[in-house]
């Protein structure tokens, strides 16, 4: 039986096209994927992403726990900071990549991949056991108790104030300099990219991060399962005004490739280094000793390689998609590879997508073939990302 977000009733009330994914019965899209995509691109849209894994670590050793497991440098967030990062395994594959939050001095917020929750937890419980100060950190799950929506776009600042209680919002974590000081007391649209606060909602206490998928401006936020919905329609009553709509895994997977964001079990797996997903700036070597770190240190060294690559293509066919094979366009028998995500960009129309190649096949302005239906479609790579606000 799949699971249910606390918002699946909202998504059946608003018409929503509800698909599986990741064991979630989840909206794939409420309108069409075009105008969803487009209104994030130009207003705002709200997603719901509670089916993402939350989880605490905290203690005097969490830090260093956490940066004994994953590849970023967790000593230089403070208080109200956040980073993305990977979670390696000792062949230096990805068992997930998260965004790790110090949201107290001993406290971290862990935001994982739906579909790794049941991966994750025991690979960082298995981790914890063999830590030789596992007695002063503990692990908690809280993915079942915590629902979140994610709120995108350009005009998202203009109107997240006016959803929650910024009377209420002192951070609670540190005083981030930037911020009105007075009584702790600041707006939420006063956050900088990727810093989080705490906040109240409904009498609970909330998270609420200037973090996203998309490659627009906005805003994440975590609360309890039950006052989920009542932050969902608030943020729908509040927004309407300013264009915004809700949208589906569709445009979050057209919005998410145009700005070549990774996702899990396409462009990364067990298998796949950050090294070789162009993640490499994630991976701190410096910082001493984590899972994974001698394959990627020797691979930061050598070389890789396969890389992941972008590409566009450059005539009017059916969209790429995953799997499809990569060509030479030189030599037309050389296989390089396949498309791990693609799709037909709504912002730039053309066809677009990642994949991965050779290390000699990875330049830019690299022409290459793509196999659309039996039918090879030239192609290029192109830098990342490859949407941008100039386009």
């Known amino acids: 039986m799949l699971k249910c977000t606390p918002l699946h009733s909202a998504h059946q009330q608003l018409g929503a096209r509800l698909i599986e994914f990741g064991g979630w019965d989840m909206p794939v899209q409420y ?9 994030v691109r130009s207003a705002a849209g709200i997603f719901d992403i509670s089916h993402m894994g939350e989880v605490i670590a905290r203690g005097p050793s969490a830090s260093e726990f956490l940066n004994r497991t994953l590849t970023n440098d967790i000593r230089k967030l403070e208080q109200g900071q956040g980073q993305y990062s990977i979670l390696c395994n000792e062949r230096g594959g990805t068992v997930d990549d998260l965004y790790a939050y110090r949201v107290g001095p001993e406290e971290f917020l862990l935001i994982i991949n739906a579909s790794r929750i049941s991966a994750d937890v025991p690979w960082l419980e298995r981790q914890l056991a063999a830590f030789p100060q596992r007695a002063n950190v503990t692990l908690e799950n809280l993915s079942d108790k915590l629902g979140a929506v994610a709120v995108q776009g350009p005009r998202v600042v203009q109107f997240i104030d006016a959803c929650l209680n910024v009377e209420q919002a002192s951070s609670l974590l540190r005083e981030i300099p930037h911020l009105p000081s007075k009584a702790g007391i600041f707006p939420i649209s006063a956050l900088k990219k990727n810093e989080i606060t705490r906040t109240q909602f409904q009498g609970v206490e909330i998270f609420v991060s200037r973090t996203g998928y998309t490659g627009e401006d906005g805003f994440e936020i975590v609360a309890p399962n039950e006052v989920t919905l009542a932050l969902w329609n608030r943020i729908l009553e509040v927004g309407g005004s ?20 990774p996702l899990y079990g396409h462009e990364l797996d067990e298998n796949t280094t950050p090294m070789e997903a162009g993640l490499g700036w994630v991976v701190a070597l410096d910082k001493g000793a984590f899972v994974g770190r001698s394959v990627l240190a020797t691979q930061k060294a ?18 790429p998609r995953p799997h ?6 030189i030599t037309p028998s050389q296989k390089l590879g396949e498309v791990t995500s693609g799709t037909q960009s709504p912002s730039l129309s053309c066809g ?4 991965y190649v050779p290390s000699a096949f990875s ?3 690299t022409q290459i073939e793509i196999e659309v239906r039996g039918k090879r479609v030239s ?8 949407y941008r606000k100039t386009s």
């Open 31 to 39: 309108t069409s994927i075009l105008d969803e995509h487009m209104t």
């Open 242 to 261: 300013f264009g915004l709509k809700p949208v589906g895994l569709g445009a979050r997977d057209t919005l998410r490739t145009e700005v070549c964001y």
């Open 302 to 319: 050598q070389g890789v390689t396969k890389k992941l690559v972008a590409f566009k293509t450059a005539e009017k066919s059916a969209p």
């Open 324 to 329: 499809y094979a990569i060509w030479s366009a």
């Open 352 to 355: 677009i997508g990642l994949g």
């Open 363 to 365: 330049k830019p302005g």
């Open 379 to 386: 192609a290029t790579v192109v830098a990342k990302p490859i």
